[in-house]
């Protein structure tokens, strides 16, 4: 059922005014108006998280488990309408919105496996030395979920980081309670989504704070959410200057607190010259494919490729340019976009260190062309607004005199998620050289096209300033759960004060560090709970 309302806790609220959400594609009115909720709305929302906090955090690790699999299983049950509805409110193809329901559905599955194993919890345990002089106390220490976390929904994944993606996930993982602010592009999608978390919370007999969902359109309802001083961190993808005020926000608090928020990329692509000459028309084949997946709106996308100029180079721009001129103007995600691309692309036009390479045919109204463009190693250098991201399906082809202005190229960027260098056997010293260059800049550095982000252990999804506002973090894998969690140490506490994790009969079963050796649990004749 979407109705527009407001979701707090169990309850559902209405207000007297409402927005609207529209197909990208022709403009047309989608569903019903929805509900703006206000600064009471968030108010309510958070006193509920922090009453509903201890209980929910502290969970058994089966327990916890088993209400993400709900979470899961709810989103599920929803069915085809999930699908038709996202379809409408973002223009994206079927095919694309059933992958994406079926991250989001494993990626929640994957976080409660890793709940269930409890190494998240990093179990500590170092023994009483009462003969030593001075005495060493017992120590025993674990991680504890931070407390509730405000999420905001993206506008490129209306599933996979929106209302139940991977900022929920980990922040459930943690045990932390949920405020989801939705994204207003897709308010339909985000209220299907966040009833199926609330029924999972209702099915698991949780305390109805874990899960609220506020829809609205205001910069001023993620701002109040921010500033509830019950929020102690924040999940955000969008925009540069949408993350910076909400960091800003935070920063000013009594109690400031981490926002984890991915903002701006644009994954350089490095063509080394045996590549290039040797595969330059296959490469730009895959790289007109990876530029215009999803219409360019994937924060991985290959914004720029820098490479050695020559006659190998040429021939790659030409067989990219044809390609691109076969790709027909998609459907961007909602007006704003396309409208920020638009300015972008022409700002790029303007530039007199800029050339086009590639002609723009056939886009109207939110439907948008591919753009290629041309400059050299010495403008992107000296001109930093050549290195701003375009968000969409726009990209800068580098030119560099030899692999010393590569390097210097790539010294001269910002902090990326990704990077990618393509190489051929006669490349490996120029790549070998690089790779630490890349590596101080990038959350994760491939060999072969940076679209699309694997929801494994190892993945990271983050990266330096300004691809996130913590360098340390990741918004996908289980490694993101630690965003949401915090250490703490317990000194000489008797057995009855000691959290299950840490007592001596280990409860929970759990692989736990004891006096610096990693231990495995014995033979679990219960599970964890």
């Known amino acids: 059922m979407i109705d527009g309302s407001i979701l707090i806790g169990q309850g559902t609220r209405r207000s007297e005014e409402s927005f609207r959400a529209y197909d990208p594609a022709t403009g047309a009115v989608v569903g019903p108006g929805f509900s703006i909720a206000s600064t009471q709305d968030v108010a309510d929302a958070c006193a509920l998280a922090a009453d509903a906090a201890e209980a929910f955090g502290s969970?058994?690790?089966?327990?916890?488990?088993?209400?993400?699999?709900?979470?899961?299983?709810?989103?599920?049950?929803?069915?085809?309408?999930?699908?038709?509805?996202?379809?409408?409110?973002?223009?994206?193809?079927?095919?694309?919105?059933e992958g994406e329901r079926g991250r989001t559905i494993g990626q929640l599955q994957l976080s409660a496996s890793?709940?269930?194993?409890?190494?998240?919890?990093?179990?500590?345990?170092?023994?009483?030395?009462?003969?030593?002089?001075?005495?060493?106390?017992?120590?025993?220490?674990?991680?504890?979920?931070?407390?509730?976390?405000?999420?905001?929904?993206?506008?490129?994944?209306?599933?996979?980081?929106?209302?139940?993606?991977?900022?929920?996930?980990?922040?459930?993982?943690?045990?932390?309670?949920v405020v989801v602010k939705g994204h207003s592009a897709h308010p339909g999608t985000g209220e299907l989504v966040a009833r199926a978390v609330q029924k999972a919370v209702a099915a698991c007999g949780?305390?109805?704070?874990?899960?609220?969902?506020?829809?609205?359109?205001?910069?001023?309802?993620?701002?109040?959410?921010?500033?509830?001083?019950r929020i102690k961190a924040v999940g955000f993808t969008g925009s540069r200057g949408g993350g910076l005020h909400l960091v800003d926000i935070a920063r000013k608090r009594k109690e400031p607190i981490p926002v984890y928020a991915e903002m701006s990329s644009v994954n350089p692509v490095i063509i080394l010259p045996g590549a290039l000459a040797g595969r330059g028309i296959e490469l730009a084949g895959a790289f007109s494919s990876s530029l215009t997946l999803g219409a360019g709106q994937f924060c991985t996308n290959p914004g720029t490729i820098v490479a050695v100029d020559g006659p190998a180079l040429d021939i790659f721009v030409g067989a990219a340019a044809d390609a691109l001129a076969?790709?027909?103007?998609?459907?961007?995600?909602?007006?704003?976009?396309?409208?920020?691309?638009?300015?972008?692309?022409?700002?790029?036009?303007?530039?007199?260190?800029?050339?086009?390479?590639?002609?723009?045919?056939?886009?109207?109204?939110?439907?948008?062309?591919?753009?290629?463009?041309?400059?050299?190693?010495?403008?992107?250098?000296?001109?930093?607004?050549?290195?701003?991201?375009v968000f969409g399906s726009a990209a800068i082809v580098v030119r560099c005199r030899d692999l010393a202005e590569v390097a210097a190229t790539v010294s001269a960027?910002?902090?990326?998620?990704?990077?990618?260098?393509?190489?051929?056997?006669?490349?490996?010293?120029?790549?070998?050289?690089?790779?630490?260059?890349?590596?101080?800049?990038v959350g994760r550095l491939v060999n072969g096209w940076p679209t699309g982000v694997e929801v494994t252990h190892a993945m990271v999804h983050g990266g330096p300033f300004p691809a996130t506002s913590d360098t340390r973090s990741t918004s996908v894998g289980p490694l993101a759960i630690a965003r949401f969690l915090r250490p703490v140490c317990f000194q000489n506490l008797p057995e009855e004060m000691l959290p299950p994790a840490l007592r001596d009969g280990n409860p929970w079963r759990l692989s736990r560090r004891i006096d610096g050796e990693l231990r495995a649990p014995a033979v679990a004749t219960q599970p964890n709970a």
Request: aromatic share 4%; glycine share 8%.
């Open 59 to 97: 969970l058994g690790p089966t327990v916890r488990a088993a209400f993400i699999e709900a979470v899961a299983d709810a989103i599920t049950a929803i069915g085809d309408v999930l699908i038709e509805t996202a379809m409408a409110e973002t223009g994206l193809p079927r095919a694309r919105l």
């Open 413 to 441: 960027m910002e902090g990326q998620l990704t990077a990618t260098i393509h190489m051929d056997d006669g490349d490996m010293e120029a790549a070998q050289a690089l790779s630490p260059l890349l590596a101080d800049k």
């Open 326 to 389: 076969g790709v027909e103007p998609a459907t961007m995600l909602n007006s704003g976009i396309a409208e920020a691309y638009r300015e972008g692309v022409a700002a790029l036009d303007r530039n007199p260190a800029v050339e086009r390479a590639s002609d723009i045919h056939g886009a109207s109204h939110n439907r948008c062309a591919p753009a290629l463009f041309d400059t050299t190693a010495e403008a992107y250098v000296r001109d930093a607004s050549i290195r701003e991201e």
């Open 206 to 229: 949780l305390p109805e704070g874990v899960f609220s969902y506020l829809p609205g359109k205001s910069h001023e309802l993620g701002a109040a959410l921010v500033a509830d001083p």
């Open 114 to 177: 890793v709940v269930r194993q409890g190494d998240w919890l990093d179990a500590t345990l170092d023994s009483a030395l009462p003969e030593r002089v001075p005495p060493r106390p017992a120590l025993r220490r674990m991680n504890r979920p931070v407390g509730p976390a405000a999420v905001f929904g993206a506008s490129n994944f209306p599933l996979a980081f929106s209302v139940a993606g991977g900022d929920t996930a980990s922040a459930f993982a943690a045990g932390c309670p």
